[in-house]
Nanobody
């Protein structure tokens, strides 16, 4: 099994920054891709960023240019640096993991709340 544990959420003013971390443990050898999804109240969970084993990245249009996903393979940890935050970024953010960029949402963390005040 795979466990994903997020940290780093919190309350920030619009225009500010936060960095989320996700530590993976358990059966991690099959994990080649990681991602971050988010869910705002009353909305579906959207995948906003993902990163492959070679470092290739993909972003949703809503966060492109503001968010950066990265990974530390030695630590089995993935990060989401969020800059220029907007109130509409308020959501529960979930870490994802899978074997490829296109099934990155096989595993889910428990989520961490990010709130951006205006």
């Amino acid at each position: 099994q795979v466990q994903l544990v997020e940290s780093g959420g919190g309350l920030v003013q619009a225009g500010g920054s936060l960095r989320l971390s996700c530590a993976a443990s358990g059966s991690t050898l099959s994990l080649n891709a990681f991602g971050w999804s988010r869910q705002a109240p009353g909305k579906q969970r959207d995948l906003v960023a993902r990163i492959g084993s070679g470092g290739s990245t993909m972003y949703a249009d809503s966060v492109k240019g503001r968010f950066t996903i990265s990974r530390d393979n030695a630590k089995n940890t993935v990060y989401l640096q969020m800059n220029s935050l907007k109130p509409e970024d308020t959501a529960v953010y979930y870490c994802n993991a899978g074997s490829t960029l296109y099934n990155v949402r096989r595993y889910w963390g428990q989520g961490t709340q990010v709130t951006v005040s205006s």
